[in-house]
């Protein structure tokens, strides 16, 4: 039971480029989020999803997509990196939902150059 | 919209000493939960604790809804208690977006 992965753990970028960060959980949990966690700022949702095919904006979702076509995949993308997304990057998910114990990865170390 | 804040936001203690950190939210609670940030960046989820108390070793933490906060007790505190703590709330309803705060950095010195 691997609970909540991300990939890659690293990431350095140039500006403009675009990526995908990867989240998989195999605990068959309907709900899932991306956060990010700046130095003064704590950890702040991007985006939430509370099941497959339903999706939506967080606190800070500007420069970000994302998708959930399975139960166990919620990926994060960035469409043009910019040096303001440069931060650690969060997945997490919970079995009933917003109002339920969450289960978080190990993060993602991005940089954008 | 909804405020979620932490207090102190620094404290530093000697190993031996207890602690109490706080979490004040504004609205009505559905969901409380409080996390660990070790040195490596991991979150350890210590409570999910939308009322009542619990406790888990040195660790205790107590919600009370009608007032809006929560507490997280630290005792005998020990250097691996270092690093930052999180609380997680969400007001239920409609809303499903969990907000944290912005936590409290503990260092336990030997």
């Known amino acids: 039971n691997a609970g909540v992965t991300q990939t890659p753990k690293f990431q350095v970028l140039k500006t403009g480029q675009s990526m995908t960060l990867q989240c998989a959980q195999d605990m068959n949990h309907e709900y899932m989020s991306w956060y990010r966690q700046d130095p003064g700022m704590g950890l702040r949702l991007i985006h939430y999803s509370v099941g497959a095919g339903i999706t939506d904006q967080g606190e800070v979702p500007n420069g970000y997509n994302v998708s959930r076509s399975t139960t166990e995949d919620f990926p994060l993308r960035l469409l043009s990196a910019a040096p303001s997304q440069t931060s650690v990057y969060f997945c997490?998910?919970?079995?009933?939902?917003?109002?339920?114990?969450?289960?978080f990865g190990s993060g993602t170390q991005l940089s954008v150059l | 919209g909804i405020q979620v804040e932490q207090s102190p936001p620094d404290l530093i203690l000697q190993e031996g000493a207890n602690s109490t950190l706080r979490c004040n939210f504004s609205?009505?609670?559905?969901?409380l939960q409080w996390f660990h940030q070790n040195p490596w960046g991991q979150l350890i989820n210590l409570f999910y604790i939308p009322s009542g108390t619990k406790q888990n070793g040195r660790l205790s933490a107590t919600t009370v809804a009608t007032e809006r906060y929560s507490l997280l007790y630290i005792s005998s505190s020990q250097t691996t208690d270092s690093g930052v703590y999180f609380c997680?709330?969400?007001?239920?309803?409609?809303?499903?977006?969990?907000?944290f705060g912005k936590g409290t950095l503990l260092t336990v010195n030997p």
């Open positions: 609205d009505s609670v559905n969901n």
């Open positions: 997490a998910s919970s079995f009933g939902g917003q109002n339920e114990k969450l289960f």
């Open positions: 997680l709330f969400n007001s239920g309803g409609s809303n499903y977006k969990l907000t």
